[in-house]
């Protein structure tokens, strides 16, 4: 009786263990199948739209499948050897990057993942395709009277209404013509066609 007792014992506790490692494997690939689809979501060019000292806008971040991530600041927007690179990967809805240490933000998407909101650093990154320019608005930087200057447009009858400027700036109203000023310009400076919703540009003042 007691060796049936034993071996009766022996077959819970094989089962129990049996069990408690198909549950903790489950776990773990739902984590891992988590992170591939947040981290999925990451892949592709976003550029940083707003954050709260301004300092950031016009960078662009690139995400690879990798889990590289290439950063270009806003003056060297055409110059990719002036690029940084970062190794980075999502955990527990963290966007977690390794700068000299690992850094992780908590983030949410919106509006079909075209948006991500960083919550601690309030940095808000909308997803693109590259910076566009038709229509085409060309400007002279006035750094001594903190100004955008327009130079050449490739269109006639285009407004200023058509565009929305995102940093801190005074825009000129109505249509637009050479010789228009941007006025009280601060940092970085994007331009967005609303329409196509294409940028620009980024200037620096």
Known sequence: ?????????????????????????????????????DESDFIGKWVVIDDLSNSSIGNVYTFFENRTLQIIRAAF??????????NFKVEN???CINTFSWQCFEY????????????????????????????????????ANSSLIVSRINQTDIYWSD???????????????????????????LIRHISSNTFQGVWVV
């Open 1 to 37: 009786m007691k060796k049936q007792l034993f071996i009766v014992l022996i077959f819970v506790i094989l089962l129990v263990v049996s069990l408690t490692g198909c549950f903790e494997e489950n776990k773990k690939n739902e984590s891992s199948n988590q992170n591939t689809t």
């Open 77 to 86: 927007q055409n110059d990719e050897e002036s690029a940084d690179f970062y």
């Open 93 to 95: 809805n963290r966007l």
């Open 108 to 143: 949410e998407f919106f509006n079909e993942n075209s948006f991500v909101i960083f919550m601690s650093g309030a940095m808000t990154l909308e997803k693109f395709d590259g910076y566009s320019s038709t229509p085409l608005i060309e400007f002279d930087v006035d750094s």
């Open 163 to 189: 565009f929305e400027i995102i940093g801190n700036a005074t825009t000129p109203s109505g249509k637009i013509d050479v010789g228009d000023t941007i006025t009280n310009c601060t940092g970085n400076i």
